[in-house]
């Protein structure tokens, strides 16, 4: 599969567009957006959406934060020693995860049941709180 979401260094969203490419490029996709549901995901090498939790606090060192966080530690990023995140709105998130899964269902053997249920997860992490 190829990527979706295209971006530089100076887009201030490129930490999370580079984790939707790696989910977009996993097997698992559908199961990665589910685990969002429940507020985190992530893959091989180091990068992790997540929502706030005292744990993630406390994993991560950040403060308390509205929306999600996408996180890359130095071996997935390769371009310093440190870690990089940056937090992004929920309605953000939810925009792009809808871009993914019109993409996925273009890409993938798919079924219109399969791409309902991927919506309706994705509806699900836009109503939490």
Not at 6 to 31: E, G, I, Q, R
Not at 94 to 100: D, F, N, Q
Request: hydrophobic share 30%.
């Amino acid at each position: 599969m190829k990527y979706y979401f295209d971006y530089n260094k100076d887009d201030a969203d490129w930490p999370v567009k580079h984790c939707l490419n790696k989910m977009l490029n996993s097997f698992s996709f559908p199961h990665k957006v589910k685990d969002l549901v429940t507020g985190e995901c992530g893959g091989e090498i180091d990068w992790h959406i997540l929502k706030w939790s005292k744990d993630v606090g406390s994993d991560f060192q950040v403060e308390k934060y509205d929306g999600f966080m996408a996180y890359l530690g130095h071996e997935e990023h390769g371009l310093s020693d440190g870690e990089i995140f940056c937090i992004i709105p929920k309605s953000k998130l939810v925009s792009y995860l809808k871009e993914a899964c019109d993409f996925y269902g273009k890409y993938q053997d798919t079924t219109p049941s399969d791409i309902e249920s991927l919506k309706e997860s994705i509806r699900e992490i836009g109503s939490k709180a």
